[in-house]
């Protein structure tokens, strides 16, 4: 079993800065895509940032250049660096990783509970 718990969020003026964390735990072969998704009060959730294995990322046009995107492969964790944030960002972060827990067995797609970010004065 796998479970991926987010930390980091809360409340920030806009123009500021948060990092979120995710680590992943349980029966943990291997881990292939880590990506940070959010979901704001009425809309859908989106693709805010990816990185692959081999450290290749993606980041959404609003967040380029503002967010970045890392992981620790030893600690199974990936952090969503955020600066410049605005109230537009407020939403609820979650964690989404592609992980395999078995040699032979087949990856599947793993979410977080998620975080929530709030950007206000």
């Known amino acids: 079993q796998v479970q991926l718990v987010e930390s980091g969020g809360g409340l920030v003026q806009p123009g500021g800065s948060l990092k979120l964390s995710c680590a992943a735990s349980g029966s943990i072969f291997s881990i292939n895509y880590m990506g940070w998704y959010r979901q704001a009060p009425g809309k859908e959730r989106e693709l805010v940032a990816e990185i692959t294995s081999g450290a290749s990322t993606n980041y959404a046009a609003s967040v380029k250049g503002r967010f970045t995107i890392s992981r620790d492969n030893a600690k199974n964790t990936v952090y969503l660096e955020m600066n410049s944030l605005k109230p537009e960002d407020t939403a609820v972060y979650y964690c989404?990783?592609?992980?395999?827990?078995?040699?032979?067995?087949?990856?599947?797609?793993?979410w977080g509970k998620g975080t929530l970010v709030t950007v206000s004065s």
């Open positions: 989404n990783c592609n992980i395999q827990t078995g040699w032979s067995v087949r990856a599947m797609t793993y």
